[in-house]
């Protein structure tokens, strides 16, 4: 079974970037979908960027261009590049790694803070 660290979140500033990442135990280059999903409390976690073995993505409708997500398969890890934040991205993201049924893995979660 993989398990997923993250790292990178914090407090920033509306307007202000922050880079996360998440690493991997093992092997990831044949899982097809890893990636961010993000919560806040009393809503359903919702879809950040998910990347596919060949770096193709997906992103959350909110996102209009602000995030950049990156797999990156030799280090078995995967970053989101958050720019332009805004305090509605306050939340609590998560790195996951799924493919089908039987792979289907979460992180512990990195809190972000955006303040005006």
């Known amino acids: 079974q993989v398990h997923l660290v993250e790292s990178g979140g914090g407090l920033v500033q509306s307007g202000g970037s922050l880079n996360l990442s998440c690493v991997a135990s093992g092997p990831i280059s044949t899982v097809y979908a890893v990636g961010w999903y993000r919560q806040v409390p009393g809503k359903q976690r919702e879809l950040v960027a998910v990347?596919?073995?060949?770096?193709?993505?997906n992103y959350g409708e909110f996102v209009k261009g602000r995030f950049t997500v990156y797999r990156d398969n030799e280090k078995n890890s995967v970053h989101l590049r958050m720019n332009r934040l805004e305090l509605e991205d306050t939340a609590v993201y998560y790195c996951r790694a799924q493919d089908g049924p039987n792979i289907d893995v979460w992180g512990q979660g990195t809190q972000v803070t955006v303040s005006s």
């Open positions: 990347a596919n073995p060949r770096n193709s993505a």
